[in-house]
């Protein structure tokens, strides 16, 4: 994969047609035709490639594809393609990156890629005797496991550690569950966990004297987080109508509230998600494994809770952290067979599946700065509103409660003005509604 060196701040991207972004994106890329002719669309994914994918093929279901502009990850620029329904989601990406830039961007970085594969054994009596036997054919385990996928071990991956937890009260009896960590690489990992857990299933039946039943990886990857963070000037923030620090403040105070209410965290992460989800579709990754993963490290305190993290350093920076387990591959999978997604990989330039996570958590940052930040905003509008609205009805005249009220009804009419004041404090004198 060759080496972009071109800058990701576009001025005028955004009022471009879609040939000239393309064109931006093929040279930034170095796109080939055909490449660039599977982002445009009808080409992105034939009939015959589909039905090669799934079951039951009808047709190919069309997203809009679009390209984030201004981010700055690790010193390096990246252009990052989002297939995404939703308005808003790639200008917030782009719009949050550009500010971010005014601090450096984004810094990043990645666990190991270690996935957990799990092996549910049952009907073992002596739960702390099956632990020990597991624990001492733990090489001979781990060289099973390994055996499937020589091609992994030569690329400096395979089957790295067991753990092992017993669970003593379940519904149905005691349980051994036993996690087969594995570094897989650049691939996303399903495949190569759960061929390696059925090669293995059979020994550690036997070590443990019981049956294994369930075999498959956890989507709960939480050896395999990626980290962004991102430290903004808050005069960046600011608007004509309002200062950045006051902004800053109101992120804080947002993300405040995602840090202790589910209901709040939801949505909030629903934001991040909708930047690292357009991500993971336009590359051909598995989004519903990225989205499991995340709610459950979202929830891993036993209290469901924000991603991310929002805080003023004196009041000069905005400083904003995301982590959360990303499972993504660069080759495999449909990232392999769909050419759109190749051709989205190229355009991102990503060296690794470790590179691809960390951009993904990045976009997942900017995306929820961009959602704090237009809340927030909107939150100051409303108050700056109502307090300008105090101002024109005491301008009209009115005194005591009538200055609340008179001011109430600017707001919900959203008009401010001194005539309209004048008019509803007549009224409200003269008792009228
Ligand atoms: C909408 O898709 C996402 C937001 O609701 C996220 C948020 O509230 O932080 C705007």
């Known amino acids: 994969m060759q080496e972009h060196h071109g800058t990701s701040r576009i001025p005028g991207f955004y009022e ?41 093929v009808v047709g190919v279901f069309g997203l809009p594809l679009g390209i984030a502009t201004n981010f700055a990850i690790n010193g390096r620029d990246y252009l990052i393609p989002m297939a995404v ?28 890629p270690l996935m957990i594969g799990q092996l549910q054994v049952l009907g073992v009596s002596d739960l702390d005797g099956a632990r020990d036997r597991i ?12 055996e499937p996928d020589p091609l992994l071990r030569q690329l400096g991956g395979g089957p790295r550690d067991i753990e092992v937890r017993l669970v003593g009260d379940t519904p149905v009896g005691p349980m051994i569950v036993v996690h087969i ?24 039946a036997e070590v443990a004297g019981g049956r294994v039943n369930l075999r498959i990886l956890s989507n709960l990857a939480d050896r395999r987080v990626a980290r962004a963070t991102t430290r903004i000037p808050v005069e960046a923030l600011g608007h004509e109508e309002y200062g950045g620090l006051e902004t800053a403040r109101g992120i804080v105070e947002a993300w405040a509230m995602a840090e202790v209410d589910p209901y709040r965290a939801a949505t909030h992460n629903k934001g991040i ?27 891993r305190s036993g209290r469901y809770t924000s991603l991310s993290t929002w805080s003023l350093e004196g009041e000069a920076y905005l400083v904003g952290s995301l982590s959360l387990p990303l499972a993504v591959g660069t080759v495999g999978g449909a990232t392999r067979v769909h050419p759109a997604a190749r051709a989205a990989l190229k355009l991102l330039g990503v060296k690794s599946a470790a590179e691809l996570a960390q951009v993904m958590a990045a976009v997942g940052l900017a995306q929820n700065l961009a959602a704090l930040r237009a809340l927030a905003a909107e939150g100051i509008q409303r108050g700056h509103m109502a307090l300008h609205a105090r101002q024109v009805a005491m301008a009209a005249g009115a005194t005591g409660d009538l200055i ?29 509604p």
């Open 16 to 56: 471009m047609s879609a040939e000239e972004r393309l064109a931006v994106a093929r040279a930034f890329a170095d796109l080939s035709p055909a490449e660039t002719a599977a982002l445009q669309g009808p080409e992105g994914l034939s009939l015959p490639q589909a039905e090669q994918m799934v079951e039951n």
């Open 85 to 112: 329904e939703e308005p808003s989601v790639i200008a917030g990406a782009s719009y949050a990156a550009r500010l971010a830039r005014e601090g450096g961007g984004f810094r990043a970085e990645s666990d190991p």
């Open 135 to 146: 624990l001492s054919a733990r090489d001979d385990i781990l060289r099973r496991a390994g």
């Open 181 to 204: 960590l594995f570094d897989v690489r650049d691939v996303m990992g399903a495949n190569v966990v759960n061929t390696a857990l059925e090669a293995v299933a059979p020994l550690v």
């Open 273 to 299: 998600m909708n930047g690292i989800d357009a991500v993971a579709i336009a590359t051909g990754n598995d989004w519903r494994a990225i989205e499991a993963g995340a709610h459950a490290y979202a929830a």
């Open 404 to 432: 609340t009220r008179v001011a109430e009804r600017l707001v919900r009419e959203r008009a401010v003005r001194l005539d309209r004041a004048q008019e509803v404090l007549r009224e409200l004198e003269q008792g009228r």
